[in-house]
């Protein structure tokens, strides 16, 4: 075989392996998913409360994306979505971890979706992450009260990761690394 060969059977590997990886991760609060990815179904789908879709909905990516769809972001139909409930800090107030739906044709790419991580304040709820990855975990490990985030996205030659830690207002990379695939 050659080294072209043994990178995509590496990558196939790698793939999938996530979904697994993520379906452990479902395990660490009760009823709670913390492992997301461009190819795990979210388990328990909650219906986005109406601020998180008003901050989508005026999210200038996804404006530039999909208003050609459906002509104006008031337009843009919540089935887009799909959330699901996190705690990332211990308040009891239920966080939220929200992709694209299969639905949506306009968002996403190549092993890759777009993610935002809402936490819910007694203002409502405030964007804190917005990414485009492959897979996001939600970790156990802690920066203050907030739990720290990961992200990883997929080459055909390398993996790259990503540590997000909380600083008070939003997730912000605390740390990146990559190593090749082979």
Sequence with gaps: MNSTTNIYIVAIICLLSVPVRAQQQTKGRIGEQTGFGAEEAVRRPVELPPDVLRILRSN????????KRVGSAD???SSWFIGSRVNLNRDNLPDLVVSSAPANPCLGGANIVPFWVFRNTSKGHQL???????????LKSRSGRY??????????????RARYKF????????RSWERPIN
């Excluded at 200038?60 to 208003?67: N, V």
């Excluded at 600083?167 to 605390?174: S, T």
């Design 128 to 138: 804190v992450l917005d990414v485009s990855t492959f897979n996001l975990e939600i």
């Design 147 to 160: 739990r720290d985030i990961q992200t990883e996205e997929l080459t055909a030659v390398k993996i790259l």
């Design 167 to 174: 600083n008070g207002r939003r997730y912000r990379v605390a």
């Design 60 to 67: 200038s990516d996804i404006q530039r994306s999909c208003l």
């Design 75 to 77: 337009e843009i139909p």
